[in-house]
């Protein structure tokens, strides 16, 4: 699955830093503001154990891991939402990802400069969540515009359109993102939410970029869901070996993030495996046995008959796909299944 997640922040806090350490690329982490302009695009491996383990099971020649495709975006500056700072460019870059990583800078050094003269996590979010917001307020202005025009028809599908535009101008209104809306939504109104394309509605996992991994974070920025990382380490890791990183005392963190991220987009991962490879295929959670299975092809929706399931423990513990079979544990489920992380699969077509 193409999902992508983009990363955002103000300038220099350690944006392009962080996709260096992802992606292994180089790319321009100057030290001044807009470094970024057209946006960085890397494919980042996510890290499974439980692939490995079914590799060796099966003898594979190739193991595929699943992937998430990060997004370096360039710096948002206050007023982005009016076109400061090349904004109205930047809000269209984030407006095409899934979810977003959002960077906060946390540690303090005088040699690197704040766009604001000043280390303040706290405003630093809440100029980024206004500029969103602000941005958003414009969408749904003009949206609201069509939309009373329909609704006046007596269009009834824009009647209710409209009662959802004024649910999210009053939350956005109250300076809070329209996500908060989500879980009082009906699965209808949500599927017009997300075509809006509201910046305020993508998922967001916060990325503190600290100097010391163990520093306390005030009770304020606990509350967002986040990672910790030192990215400067980070960065320093791209240039040692496992070994030395070992001896040094040193650890990346990064594969907390990639996996942080993948849940963030609201994924997961079923295997299939066999002499040639080990593969992970990503899809939605709450997928069906067909939908999953388009993952390899259309086929394997479109015809599909029938799935051998087996979960990756058990598949591990049986020895092998004919062990599982004769121990009963390998079982066969239908169009309806809802596949589970780890399931490990051969579909009937």
């Known amino acids: 699955m193409a999902l992508q997640v983009g990363i955002v922040g103000l300038p220099n806090v350690g944006k392009s830093t962080l996709f260096k350490a992802l992606t292994r690329k180089s790319v321009d982490i100057n030290n001044y503001p807009f470094c970024t302009i057209e946006p960085n695009v890397g494919i980042v491996e996510v890290k499974d154990e439980r692939l490995q383990k079914l590799a060796t099971l099966s003898g594979s020649k190739k193991i595929i891991p699943a992937v998430v495709e990060f997004v370096d975006i360039a710096g948002l500056v206050k007023g982005a939402s009016e076109g400061e700072g090349l904004g109205n460019k930047f809000l269209h870059n984030i407006r095409e990802v899934d979810a977003i990583v959002h960077v906060v800078r946390v540690f303090q050094n005088d ?16 100029i980024i969540h206004t500029e969103l917001i602000l941005a958003d307020m414009e969408t749904v202005a003009k949206r ?12 009834k599908e824009a009647v209710a359109e409209l009662a959802l535009l004024e649910k999210v101008d009053a939350v956005l209104a109250a300076d809070k993102l329209a996500n908060t809306l989500l879980d009082n939504l009906d699965e209808k109104e949500r599927k017009v939410l ?9 998922p967001v996992l916060f990325v503190y970029n600290v100097s010391d991994i163990t520093e306390t974070l005030t009770p304020e920025l606990e509350a967002y869901p986040h990672v910790k990382l030192d990215i400067k380490i980070e960065e320093e890791l ?9 001896e040094m005392g040193m650890q990346s963190h990064i594969p907390t993030l990639v996996t942080e991220a993948y ?7 079923y295997f299939t495996t066999g002499p040639e490879e080990a593969r992970a295929w990503t899809v939605k959670v709450g997928s069906t046995g067909p939908q999953a299975g388009a993952a390899i092809h259309g086929d394997f929706e479109e ?5 051998e399931v087996i979960g990756w423990e058990a598949l591990l513990e049986a020895g ?9 544990t390998l079982r066969l489920e239908g169009k309806s299944y809802i596949v589970q992380d780890g399931d490990v699969i051969v579909f009937k077509i």
């Open 111 to 126: 040699d690197i400069i704040h766009v604001h003269n000043r280390v303040s996590p706290t405003d630093d979010i809440a």
């Open 320 to 328: 092998s796909w004919s062990s599982a079979r004769d121990k009963g």
């Open 194 to 202: 997300q075509g809006l394309q509201l910046l305020t509605v993508k």
């Open 144 to 155: 609201k515009v069509k939309t009373i025009k329909e609704a006046r028809s007596g269009n």
């Open 238 to 246: 791209i240039e040692m070996t496992d070994e030395e990183a070992a």
């Open 303 to 307: 015809k599909f008959i029938r799935a």
């Open 263 to 269: 849940k963030l987009l609201g994924l997961m991962t």
